[in-house]
């Protein structure tokens, strides 16, 4: 009897797990497609430059305050999964208001911040749910496998709402597939618990030692993307993108992997050294195929690296034994900072400064950015790395014996 009731037990916890992962799988690639229709809308509208930069300064803004506000409500003025439900309601609101007030300037404005909110708003509290259901040794190998269902997800979505020319049919393609991810939650739903509470405030989270070591390297590299990736010609970048999104789909999965096993503090390090070796060599020989190549192939590692570990496993992990929301709410700043970098900067620094001198810099500014990881602490617990060490050396051992064996 006993044994019946810790199956079911187990069953339900599977099922709660599947809805936070299917939860946070749906708000991804929901959200990147959405992103792509909203600049379809801004174009379709248009906009002058400076009320498109207004545009995207509410919307990047929406998603911020969104998410630091979420994060602050989580467990203390309203559950999760209330808060959750109340989020997922948005997106359905915010993917079919277009059809309802159209695409003039003004309500452009309004379209772009509330999409911002509708995504802002739940995802710490859905980052923390991760991060509960997932223990450390394990967390960066789901993270991985995360990343790259968003990835593949993304893909398969866009190319679904592609063949529907009609803007109005691809905004009703996004309500429905967030109202699947409502539905989804509804019936699979976590318990309704306040769980671990965001015990921390803002200002403590960023004054500790630990958070900012890891934090400083995230917004370096953030920044260095957004900056340097509007010096790629258009040609370039659409030649290159399949292959560095196979690959970076791949390489979260491995990196993910690794990160369990030898910890996220060395992979990381991994993912800037590459980087750096790869905008070195654009800074050094920009316009060859070659260097595009090397970097391509580089970037989209590191990528596959850092979206497995930075966006979806550190933050937890950093947040210890108390709600990982605020952790996550911060964590995810620098990436949005970095969208809103490079929409703003793409216009203008084009043709306006040297690929050679560009690239070298981030090239030194990457490998910079290291130190802090090496006074860094490991967040993976050290008895898990050298037990894991251990047991493949143990492995190794009976291989080699075995086949020694043979041989005699």
């Known amino acids: 009897m006993q044994n019946l009731e810790f199956l079911a037990n187990l069953s339900v916890t599977k099922a709660r797990f599947l809805a936070i992962l299917f939860s946070v799988f749906n708000a991804f690639t929901w959200y990147v497609v959405a992103f792509e229709t909203l600049s379809r809308v801004v174009n379709e509208a248009g906009t002058q430059t400076y009320e498109m930069n207004v545009t995207w300064f509410l919307h990047f803004g929406g998603v911020a305050i969104a998410a630091l506000i979420g994060a602050r409500l989580s467990n203390r003025v309203i559950s999760r999964n209330n808060l959750l439900l109340v989020w997922m309601f948005l997106g359905i609101v915010s993917s079919l208001l277009p059809l309802a007030i159209g695409a003039s ?95 921390s405030s803002y200002a403590s989270i960023v004054r500790e030692r630990g958070f900012l070591l890891y934090l400083i390297p995230w917004v370096m590299f953030c920044l260095i993307d957004s900056l340097t990736r509007s010096l790629f010609p258009a040609e370039t970048v659409r030649s290159l993108s399949i292959v560095g999104s196979a690959i970076t789909g791949v390489m979260s999965l491995v990196g993910g992997l690794f990160a369990d096993r030898l910890g996220r503090k060395r992979v990381i390090m991994v993912g800037f050294i590459m980087l750096g070796i790869g905008y070195a060599a654009l800074g050094t020989f920009p316009e060859l195929t070659s260097s595009q190549y090397l970097f391509t192939v580089l970037g989209s590692i590191a990528w596959g690296i850092f979206g497995a570990v930075f966006l979806m496993t550190l933050w937890g992990d950093l947040a210890e034994n108390e709600g990982a929301e605020k952790f996550y709410a911060i964590g995810g700043l620098p990436y949005l900072l970095s969208g809103f970098v490079q929409l703003l900067v793409s216009p203008y620094i084009r043709g306006a400064v040297s690929p050679y001198a560009t690239f070298s810099f981030a090239s030194f500014f990457l490998f910079i950015a290291v130190f802090p990881l090496w006074l860094a602490q490991e967040t993976l617990p050290e008895k898990t790395i050298q037990n894991r060490l251990l047991r493949k050396y143990v492995e190794d051992a009976k291989k080699t014996k075995k086949r020694l064996g043979g041989e005699k």
């Open 105 to 199: 300037s003004t309500s452009v404005l309004a379209i772009s911040f509330l999409l911002g909110t509708a995504f802002g708003l739940g995802l710490p509290s859905c980052m923390g749910y991760f991060s509960d259901f997932t223990v450390i040794e394990k967390r960066a190998w789901f993270g991985g496998i995360m990343y790259f269902a968003i990835g593949l997800g993304t893909f398969l979505l866009w190319t679904t709402i592609i063949p529907f020319t009609n803007l109005s049919q691809q905004l009703v393609v996004l309500a429905i597939w967030r109202s699947f991810g409502l539905m989804v939650f509804l019936f699979l739903r976590p318990e309704n618990a306040k769980g671990k509470v965001p015990k």
